[in-house]
């Protein structure tokens, strides 16, 4: 489970959110190893996101939209590697989708 700042001006709990992650993850990945993660699946889950974790944040005159929370991610073993080193999203340069791995608590 991670625990990040995520930069997506879509909602966290949209279905199409997940969909963007990957997307963005699998584009590093292949910029990193010049080639794509294997084909196992990705999941991106909400576990304690609340709609308080939303943060508006102005960066060089510019409205960044973004949430704050717990998420859960399976799925290959490298794109999560690059998720941990590069950052979740876009928006890294300004400390977007920084996250680190929690405990998962039973």
């Known amino acids: ?5 995520q930069h997506e001006s879509d909602s966290s ?19 990193f ?4 993660a294997g084909p196992t699946g990705f999941s ?13 944040v102005r960066y060089k005159g510019t409205v960044i939209k973004g949430w ?12 999560l590697e690059v998720a941990l080193s590069a950052g979740l999203g876009a928006k890294n340069s300004q400390g977007f989708g920084c996250c680190e791995l929690v405990e998962e608590e039973d």
């Not at 489970?1 to 700042?5: Q, T, V």
């Not at 992650?21 to 990945?29: C, F, G, W």
């Not at 704050?68 to 794109?79: A, E, F, S, V």
């Open 1 to 5: 489970m991670l625990k990040c700042l």
């Open 13 to 31: 709990f949209e279905p199409c959110f997940p969909g963007l992650i990957k997307e963005n993850l699998v584009k590093k990945d292949q910029l």
């Open 33 to 36: 190893f010049g080639q794509p």
């Open 44 to 56: 991106f889950t909400p576990v304690e996101v609340r709609e308080r974790d939303f943060k508006v």
């Open 68 to 79: 704050m929370g717990k998420y859960r991610l399976t799925g290959d073993p490298q794109l």
